[in-house]
T-cell receptor, first 112, second 115 residues
Framework: GQQLNQSPQSMFIQEGEDVSMNCTSS?????WLWYKQDPGEGPVLLIA?????ELTSNGRLTAQFGITRKDSFLNISASIPSDVGIYFC????????????FGKGTKLTVNP | GAVVSQHPSWVICKSGTSVKIECRSL??????MFWYRQFPKQSLMLMAT?????????EQGVEKDKFLINHASLTLSTLTVTSAHPEDSSFYIC???????????FGDGTRLSIL
């Protein structure tokens, strides 16, 4: 089945630094989503991308839908301690009520 | 954003007990809900897709008689873990999707511990 390759697996950064993580796929997706999960909680939607080439921001977060539709990246600028958590990318072949394919996650640690 | 409520948030019970987990969409109608299982330090693993008014679609390797799913209304789906055993201990998460091509929103998960 489809798989998403998410990297890096983990990151250790200093507060204030910028962060970048990405997902790649061998399949074309028509929707890319980025979620953040805190320990013991469900994932929270950060950004949804629907068009190839689309660049979308949500506060200090910016994500892009790759032109080839096989990749996406998430950037976090000026990281703060509350950015700590696990970030997951997810793709859908079409969208809406279709099931998600998840990456394995990027664990972010921010040192104050 | 859309709100999905999951209950209970955690449960501890004896082996052989059946446990029911509820997933409600609070501010939208979810024609489709999804049930995931997550092991520590791993990604979410889709168990089944739940469609309102019809039978759930289970992923390969998920026992439908073990994990009973009911989606009787547009705002409620339930997952029942029947005759639970310690190996069923896990973090179970549901998600819901609106009708009109909107992304999935997740509940806060249920931590299930079987003794």
């Amino acid at each position: 089945g489809q798989q998403l390759n998410q990297s890096p697996q983990s990151m250790f950064i200093q507060e204030g630094e910028d962060v970048s993580m990405n997902c790649t796929s061998s399949s074309i997706f028509n929707t890319w989503l980025w979620y953040k999960q805190d320990p013991g909680e469900g994932p929270v939607l950060l950004i949804a991308l629907y068009k190839a080439g689309e660049l979308t921001s949500n506060g200090r977060l910016t994500a892009q839908f790759g032109i080839t539709r096989k990749d996406s990246f998430l950037n976090i600028s000026a990281s703060i301690p509350s950015d700590v958590g696990i970030y997951f990318c997810a793709g859908q072949l079409r969208g809406g009520s279709e099931k998600l394919v998840f990456g394995k996650g990027t664990k972010l640690t921010v040192n104050p | 954003g859309a709100v999905v409520s999951q209950h209970p948030s955690w449960v501890i019970c004896k082996s052989g007990t059946s446990v029911k987990i509820e997933c409600r969409s609070l501010d939208f109608q979810a024609t489709t809900m999804f049930w995931y299982r997550q092991f520590p330090k791993q990604s979410l693993m889709l168990m089944a897709t739940s469609n309102e008014g019809s039978k759930a679609t289970y992923e390969q390797g998920v026992e439908k008689d073990k994990f009973l799913i009911n989606h009787a209304s547009l705002t409620l789906s339930t997952l029942t873990v029947t005759s639970a055993h310690p190996e069923d201990s896990s973090f179970y998460i549901c998600s819901g999707s609106r009708v009109n091509n909107q992304p999935q929103h997740f509940g806060d998960g249920t931590r299930l511990s079987i003794l």
